[in-house]
């Protein structure tokens, strides 16, 4: 499968009028010249985040939408194959991305950047080719900080995942099924074929009568 990349960047009005550049696919080079903010620490100490991610932006199929302040990197989302320890690395084609991660820095919440950059990820059409999901399970929350409890988050992630068009779908995955708040969240393209479509409902569901 060829995977196109048509480059897209918008100026986002933040809060108190702060101006932000939000745009991608953001390739290696470029990461590579921009600072990274100090409040991207959910999955990795930032600096060590900034290197995985000019890592990943060199994958064939990665797509990687970020958030600028001037030249500093304030969010991003990440899109890839799955990973290989995953049940949806079992899909066979290679229409199926995963939208690995999404953060904003601690310092630039309230800003809409989170609903921008997924706004931003699904303007190139060439997203109508592929099928989206994304995994949320509510252990890799922040509910301490938001102060927010397990279903108030749910309601917030969700909505944030239908700005970019990604729905609730059922599923059997033992992870996501562990408890009531996790789920699966895709969405699939205009050009999807069929067979895809076949296929995303067979890794969805190993148990077939829970279809």
Known sequence: ????????SIEHTGRDRKMFTVAGPI????LKEKSFDEGLQSFRKPEQQHKALID?????ESRIIAAFDDDTVVGYAVYLYPDEMERWS???FEDLLELGAIEVSNDYRGHNLAKTILKVSMMDDSVEDYIIITTEYYWHWDLRRT????WEYRDVMEKVMNTGGLQWYATDDPEISSHPANCLMARIGKRVPTES??????????NRYMI
């Open 1 to 8: 499968m060829k995977h196109r990349k048509n480059f897209h």
């Open 27 to 30: 390739s290696a080079d470029v």
């Open 56 to 60: 990943v932006a060199g994958l064939e």
């Open 90 to 92: 079992q899909y066979r």
């Open 147 to 150: 102060k927010l409890s397990i």
């Open 197 to 206: 479509i076949h296929e995303f409902d067979r890794v969805r569901f190993r």
